[in-house]
């Protein structure tokens, strides 16, 4: 009979610690569970905003060929004068760099100053 009662004590005491293990492992699935929806919540989320991103992609070529943006645009803002920067030509840009060269102070520096902008204003060479 008392091995009976020990065998019957240990079998309760397994019992008790599986039943613990079980606990934490079903509060385990929970929190993952929790996170998994939260996870496909998010991809199919992002899988919409792909989908309308590739739904617009047609949309905009067709855009950028009527502001001619698209293959020709180049050319065209090169024919407008907008390539890439402001036009300018190639004199002025020579001067400008000679004036950043010099090292002047008070009224020639305010000389070469007023001068580039008389320039600028007058676009004169």
């Known amino acids: ?65 009527r502001s001619a943006l698209g293959h020709y645009g180049k050319w065209q803002k090169t024919r407008r004068g907008l390539y890439d920067a402001v036009s300018v030509r190639k004199d002025r840009v020579f001067d400008a760099i000679r004036y950043y060269d010099q090292i002047v102070r008070g009224r020639k520096l305010a000389g070469l100053r007023l001068h580039v902008i008389w320039k600028t204003l007058t676009h004169q060479s």
């Open 1 to 65: 009979v008392n091995v009976f009662l020990l065998e019957n004590r240990r079998i309760k005491e397994q019992l008790d610690a599986v039943d613990e293990k079980l606990l934490i492992a079903s509060d385990d699935l929970e929190e993952t569970t929790s996170k998994y929806e939260g996870i496909k919540e998010e991809y199919e989320r992002i899988e919409q905003e792909i989908e309308q991103l590739d739904e617009a992609i047609p949309l905009l070529r067709k855009a950028e060929r």
